[in-house]
């Protein structure tokens, strides 16, 4: 059984999660991974070079911020919101 471990991410600092939203975007370009189909989670944690545990820390966090869902508990999904590019 899997468990939604972004409740826990609501008691994280606007630093931490801040801090987190960079790494995402700007060093593991987690977006441009995900921006053409959805990836299973195992997937996309060998094709980003990440561990377990930064993996666990990262994508709840996403999920909280609303940039990414877990569809079926397997694939790595952005949202609507994750998909927002940047404008001129």
């Not at 790494?23 to 990440?50: W, Y």
């Amino acid at each position: 059984m899997k468990i939604d471990l972004s409740p826990i991410t609501r008691y994280l600092s606007d630093l931490n999660g801040s801090q987190i939203l960079v790494a995402a975007c700007c060093h593991l370009n987690i977006f441009e991974e995900l921006s053409s189909e959805p990836q299973a989670f195992e997937v996309l944690q060998k094709n980003l070079g990440l561990k377990d545990r930064p993996m666990m820390v990262i994508f709840p966090v996403l999920n909280a911020m609303g940039l990414v869902y877990f569809h079926d508990n397997k694939d790595v999904v952005l949202t609507e919101l994750g998909q927002k590019k940047k404008t001129d």
